[in-house]
């Protein structure tokens, strides 16, 4: 039988409560800035709240876990009997979580190691899963790893914003920078990839982004089966609209969680994202 291994993660994964206890993951919170106030997200801090100082033109910023939250994390997690950890974190590109994790895990009091999944959200969150479910079943670190970095392989994440101003101003628009100053008018679709946020297509309006969204997705995950998240901010309506033609469309659907996304990546969005993480298993 394999040495105990623990699954930790960060809080953009986005997982549900329950399936967080369901496999003993942590998820260590960043941290949202509210002009002076630094507020932990999943706990201090909603989504909601973000999207209201964002539409009122509220200064908004994120920033990473320091290493020292990471080195406390995975001293409690090896305190409960964990010989080793799998740590997994949103894409570098983003944020300098994945550096924190790295540096607190030189020190740390079991064997850790440290991913970068390219990932975010629940395409995040289903390489974590992965991952837990590798060790549930008797797998080791590399085994765990190996896991995690497939699921992410075959993940794909597509999302449509109303606005891409609030990414603009986080820096996180990547080659969609060539949208700005010229068509500010389109409703651009985006898509996460090599780590990096990249403009997918360009659609004049938003009823018939979000129609081209389900129809990327339908044809992505085609007859496989597939796990579905379908993210939002401030956009239920949408969510569970678009979730509900998915469940029709998809013959293979295993699992389809509809959540709002946290503080963190609804800073850099903005109110009305809609998004959907596509994850065959």
């Known amino acids: 039988m394999s040495r105990h291994v623990a699954i930790v993660t960060d809080s953009t994964a ?9 496999h003993s993951i942590t998820a260590v919170p960043l941290t949202v800035v509210l002009g002076d106030e630094a507020l932990e997200e999943g706990t201090e801090v909603s989504a909601r709240s973000v999207a209201q100082a964002l539409q009122k033109r509220r200064p908004v910023t994120t920033s990473r ?7 406390a994390a995975y001293r409690a997690v090896a305190a409960t009997g964990a010989e080793g950890i799998v740590s997994l974190h949103l894409s570098s590109e983003f944020s300098g979580t994945y550096d924190a994790a790295v540096l607190a895990a030189k020190d740390a009091p079991v064997p850790v190691r440290v991913v970068d999944t390219g990932m975010v959200a629940m395409a995040l969150g289903f390489c974590a899963l992965a991952a837990a479910e590798t060790t549930e079943g ?27 101003d609030y990414l603009r101003r986080g820096g996180r628009i990547g080659a969609a920078q060539a949208l700005l100053g010229s068509a500010l008018a389109v409703k651009p679709l985006l898509q996460l990839a090599d780590g990096r946020i990249e403009l997918l297509e360009k659609v004049r309006t938003a009823s ?23 993210h939002h901010l401030a956009a239920a309506e949408r969510a569970d609209t678009l979730a509900q033609r998915l469940r029709e469309r998809l013959p293979a659907l295993a699992e389809l969680h509809v959540s709002e996304v946290g503080a963190v990546i609804g800073a850099h969005t903005g109110p009305g994202l809609l998004g959907v993480v596509v994850s065959p298993r």
């Open 14 to 22: 986005y997982l549900p409560r329950p399936a967080l206890e369901r």
């Open 65 to 71: 876990p320091s290493p020292e939250t990471f080195a």
């Open 138 to 164: 008797g797998g080791d670190i590399d085994d765990a790893v190996a896991a995690a970095e497939k699921r992410a392989e075959q993940t794909s994440a597509y999302f449509y914003v109303d606005t891409l």
């Open 208 to 230: 018939r982004a979000i129609a081209r969204l389900e129809e990327i997705v339908a044809e992505r995950a085609g007859e496989a089966r597939v796990d579905i998240a379908v």
